[in-house]
């Protein structure tokens, strides 16, 4: 039994070693993606802080008067010295001075640090010509790989006697018995942080799966988020009042911050605004207006949900360690790069043994 599992070990880490190894690096890269982008073309990403920025109206009239598109996304950032990004009907985004209202670049999201490394890392760059990314499951089958892997090597470690003598390090070994440590040790005591990181990220594409295993651990069933609502359309024809609509948000949800504006599709659309109440780990609250009269038309309080939920909207912060401080994130870098060398030790053990019996 022990030696069919150690070959069943080894044998997902030859097939999937090559695929875990790209998710365990880009999702290191991912990070500190954006702080790399910040500091590398400043120009493009930051701004001089000022008192305060311009309006929501005047920010967006001027990105459309400037680039003759239409605004569908608006994303401002909390920091004062970090221009906010902007999403164009063509798919193309911009960054914006928000004091000013001047463009400061053009681009293609996929094109940056950030967005080329997140698309390898979730879907591995491959999309369809239907805009499909069928490689989304092999990502997260390889995901799964690594958590029965994580599982399997625990039994291993677990199921002889003398366990806890091997939970020891020692730096002035050979090196083939120093990584053999390093391998058990750090597989045992970073089982867990691991395991639920793959997990939750298996969550963004199996959601229904991860959302039942979520429910079924906390006894609780995970709220759907309301409908958009959709207006009268005897307002056609008029201008967006997106100033008012905004301060109409901030007086439902006096204590939130603004993550997202969702401009409507058509005249009946109402406009989503997206907001991070106080007891969220992230956005998750809703504030539907009417664009032309800024009447709130449907809220979503997600701070209020049960447990289920706010486990749920957790894994997108858990994922990325953006949680609790800078701390946390480097513990997180280092979680994040724990599968490269996992697989690559153990592929090294196997070549090691492959080579004493010839």
Known sequence: MKLWLRRAHLVMALVAGAFIICLSVTGALLIYAKDIQYLTQPQLWRVEPQSEPLGVEQIVNSVESTTAERVSLFMPEQQPDLAWQLKLSSGDYVSVNPYSGKVLHRYEYYSTLYGFTMALHRW???????????????????????????????????????????????????????????????????????????????????????????????FDEVEVRPKPPTIAVNFHGLPYDLNSATKRVKSTFPDSQLFRIYMPDKASDSVAFRVQNPGESHAYSWVWVNPYNSEVVAQYDASKAGVATQVWNFKYKFHIGDFAGPIVQFFWLMLALAPTFFTVSGLYFWLQRHRRKR
């Open 124 to 218: 591995l760059l491959f999309e369809g010509a239907d805009n499909k990314k069928p490689l989304r499951d092999w990502v997260s089958i390889c995901a799964l790989v690594l958590i029965i892997e994580l599982v399997l090597g625990f039994y291993l470690w677990v199921k002889p006697k003398n366990r806890l003598k091997r939970l020891v390090i020692k730096p002035k070994a050979k090196l083939r018995i120093l990584l053999y440590q390093l391998h058990t040790v750090l597989g045992v005591y970073l089982l867990l942080p691991i395991l639920l990181i793959a997990f939750s990220g298996m969550a963004f594409n199996w959601q229904p799966q991860t959302k039942a295993v979520v429910e079924w651990l906390s």
